[in-house]
């Protein structure tokens, strides 16, 4: 008890102290940042010392509800032991409620001071933006002679400083710029050595995908511009590390390192975009000489505003005359803008006549409003706002720009096919032998990891060009992982992620299990293939509940709440959802199972269709008569379900055919097995074969069959296949018999006249001879109706 109050008067003392400082200086932003940092510990603090007495008070409070209320009036006395206890207990409990409130009142005071920073960090940003300088008391007559000083203070600063690395850190300087430029080569070789065709257009490839040219876009800016970033900054870094580097000259240096970085990246942004040696692989479809034109005129105005940045540095360094100051951020702004005047004049595209043509309008005016309000600002005294739409104009641009090429690419990797026509995706297919669906959520994997990498890699830097501090970050990053409340729920994204990680680690190693399993042990063992797929199915269940369990206790998820759901659940079982349940386990079954997915020829009982989708309740099947039938998936499961394309789509189809007695069967037999080998649709392996089925009572009787890579084609194939047979047959004199029948008519009762007239009897016989042949010959044929499709 008293260790945890006097952690917080000392807290209260840190309290004090930040805020005596922050009432003596509040123009720093980054002192600001820093402050509001260390408030945030506390707050931290005290909320630890705050749980550290709840199992503390949940003992007490149980022990008192044993001990029961104290006896009243009238009643006899209990011991003196337990009404000591009693006491003390309810002493203590009083002495934390003391320090509870205490820690409770210093940090709404903390809470307090965390919203005056925020409110101090607005009003810094807004008086920034709106100061005004008298632009006319800027350009006076010792304007050229304190440029002059200026200049020759910052040669002097320079030569003085090469000098000194001469005579006295010369090795050092050489080592540390060595290692730095290993660095970035290793990163830019390295690099080119796994991405490839990504970094470098192919100029013999005319017509690249639109996916190509994004990818080699956005690697071909990002991976150079990181081997930049990483030799200047190594640089510097060892610099530093190796004393080479004075104060001053430290912030002139860095000044130097920003305006090549963004230099750099700007032109290779251009470059990559509007590809001026390289048409075919322009990514916005303007002329030759315009993208030439407007890298140039990019880079220049990247120039201009890292210029203008070192001159701050240089100012401030130095400490030069406010007019300096103005006067340069002055020119530099009204460069910027004239620049921006001249890209938007541009006239980059082509016409159908052949004339040029400006850009879009929305284009063409946004670049004229950036570059007049650039202008009319600075010319009105509002340097500082001049100045910061300038850089933002710039380097936000860039950045906002390289990180749509990355979206883009992450959009085109994600549509259907695509990620299977990539270098990555063949390489994926021939090593792991996948099929287009895998490949396919392989690719709105990768779809999704680019765009956490674009997110990851660009907002902390447009962020940073915004005005926000590194702290801000790192109090957001914290917040993250140590988890906020939304009402009475704690929320925790980072213990989330984690939870998820946790599950999907434990998925694939119960996939992995499941296949050592099955193929290294029960296949070693001869065990029967049903019961190893049983077996098999039971592992895999298992294991995926207990990844599912585990990551939810990784996410921070109480697993005593889900009693209630269980209860629940079992409620409603009791009161007649037993279907509704039977087919949800069942959808859960049939998709984790997936013994028919989307686009499968199922036959199930009576329905015979293609799936179209799978619920957790019911399957949708779409007959061949497009009638939608919609299935209980208890059905599905307790029942036989026939998949023609379960595996794959290769299937067989047989085509019976009858000729009459007295055809040469052996002919027959060639020209069926040459009619189904010469169809296009008709596999070679298996190849196809013809069976001679059975002598039949008016005919002989033989069964095409054949193999189809798809077996959605048999009624088409069965068409050209009988089409060819007919045609055949009759070419070949092959008669194809129709049903006989013979009949003969004896009469039972002689007949009642006498028969010794011959004529009478001749007639009679003829009579008998007329019907019988009239019984004899063949029935008239009867129009077949056409299967239905």
Known sequence: MAEQREKIDALAKQVDGIEAKMDADTVDDVGLVEIRSQLEAIDKALLSNGVAFRPRLGEINSRITQLGPPPVEGQPPEPELVSNERRALTNEKAEINVVLGKAEDLSVRVNGLLNKISSLRRDLFTSMLTKRYQISEAFNGEVGTTVRSEWGRLYYAFSSWMRFVVQFKFRAVLLATFFALLAAAALQFGGRRIFGRLLTPDPGIEEPSYLSRLSVSFWSTLLPTLAMGVFLAGTLGLYTYFNVLRGDIGLLINGIFTIVFVAFFINRLSNAALAPKTPNWRLIPIQTRAARLLVWLLTATAAVVGLDSFMGVVSETLGSPLSITIVKSLLASLTVGILLLLIGLVRPLAGEDGRHRPWPAAIRYLLYVIGGITIVSALLGYVSLAQFVSKQV????????????????????????????????????????????????????????????????????????????????????????????????????????????????????????????????????????????????????????????????????????????????????????????????????????????????????????????????????????????????????????????????????????????????????????????????????????????????????????????????????????????????????????????????????????????????????????????????????????????
Do not use: C
């Open 394 to 789: 710039v380097v936000t641009g860039a950045l906002l720009a390289t990180a749509y090429i990355g979206f883009l690419s992450a959009r085109a990797v994600a549509e259907e096919g695509t990620f299977a026509q990539t270098a990555v995706g063949r390489w994926l297919a021939r090593r792991y032998n996948l099929d287009e669906t895998s490949l396919d959520q392989l690719g709105l994997g990768a779809s999704i990891l680019i765009y956490v990498l674009v997110i990851i890699v660009f907002l902390p830097f447009i962020l940073f060009q915004w005005g926000f501090q590194p702290g801000d970050l790192a109090g957001w990053l914290s917040k993250l992982a140590t988890g906020f409340q939304v009402g009475t729920f704690s929320f925790a994204p980072f213990a989330i992620i984690t939870g998820l990680i946790v599950f999907v680690v434990g998925y694939f190693i119960t996939r992995w299990f499941q296949g050592w399993l099955d193929g290294s042990v029960m296949a070693r063992g001869k065990v029967d293939a049903g019961v190893r797929n049983s077996i098999r199915t039971v592992v895999g269940y298992a294991g995926i509940a207990l990844a599912a369990l585990i990551g939810i206790s990784a996410a921070g998820i109480n697993l005593s709440s889900l009693a209630l759901v269980a209860g629940g659940l079992s409620l409603g079982i009791g009161f007649g959802l037993q279907n509704v349940v039977s087919n949800f386990v069942s959808g859960l079954i049939l998709l984790a199972e997936r013994p028919f997915k989307a686009g499968d020829w199922v036959v199930a009982g009576a329905v015979s269709g293609t799936v179209k989708k799978i619920s957790v309740r019911a399957t949708e099947i779409e007959t061949f008569q497009r009638q939608t039938v919609i299935l209980p998936n208890s059905d599905l499961i307790n029942a036989a379900v026939g998949n023609w394309t379960h595996r794959n789509k290769l299937g067989r189809v047989e085509i019976p055919i009858h000729v009459a007695y007295g055809s040469d069967a052996k002919r027959v037999h060639e020209i069926l097995l040459e009619i189904a080998r010469g169809h296009p649709l008709v596999l070679r392996n298996p190849e196809p074969f013809v069976w001679f089925s059975a002598f039949a009572e008016s005919s002989l009787n033989f069964e095409v069959r054949l193999f189809l890579a798809d077996i959605n084609n048999g009624l088409s194939v069965q068409n050209d296949i009988r089409f060819a047979i007919l045609e055949a047959f009759r070419k070949e004199g092959i008669e194809i018999p129709y049903p006989r029948r013979e009949l003969n008519l004896k009469s039972a009762v002689p007949p009642s006249w006498p028969l010794d007239d011959e004529k009478a009897e001749a007639e009679h016989h003829e009579r008998l001879r007329a019907r019988a042949e009239a019984a004899a010959q063949p029935a008239p044929k009867r129009r077949r109706k056409p299967d239905p499709a």
